[in-house]
């Protein structure tokens, strides 16, 4: 009986992991995507600047979802999704300091 508590509980334990992670990877994205709509408002980033960070995000959100529909995430994975939310980043903040307009 203890063994099947002590189941179900790392099952749970490790579940909410899992969905807590997707969770925040999604987090992420949405105020990526956010931001990179108020710098195309505010007009710090160019219309094709915009398509192009616009396309990374949807393939962001691919990721996370593909990841996410197996249900569990390797290492391998979640430094994928981590390393497409930094290089996002790093090509607003990039794009928006770019005076070549």
């Not at 099952?11 to 195309?40: H, M, N, P």
């Not at 995430?73 to 607003?92: D, I, P, Y």
Request: charged residues 35%; without cysteine; hydrophobic residues 40%.
């Amino acid at each position: 009986m203890k063994k099947i508590l002590l189941f179900l509980a790392a099952i749970l334990f490790f579940t909410t992991g899992i969905y807590a992670q997707a969770a925040r990877y999604r987090s992420e994205q949405k105020e990526q995507e956010r931001s990179i709509k108020a710098a195309y408002r505010h007009h710090k980033v160019t219309e094709r600047e915009y398509i192009k960070l616009m396309d990374e995000q949807d393939a962001i959100k691919y990721a996370i979802d593909k990841y996410d529909a197996e249900g569990v995430w390797t290492a391998h994975q979640r430094e994928v999704v981590v390393g497409k939310l930094e290089r996002a980043s790093n090509r607003l903040r990039k794009y928006k300091t770019n005076w070549e307009r």
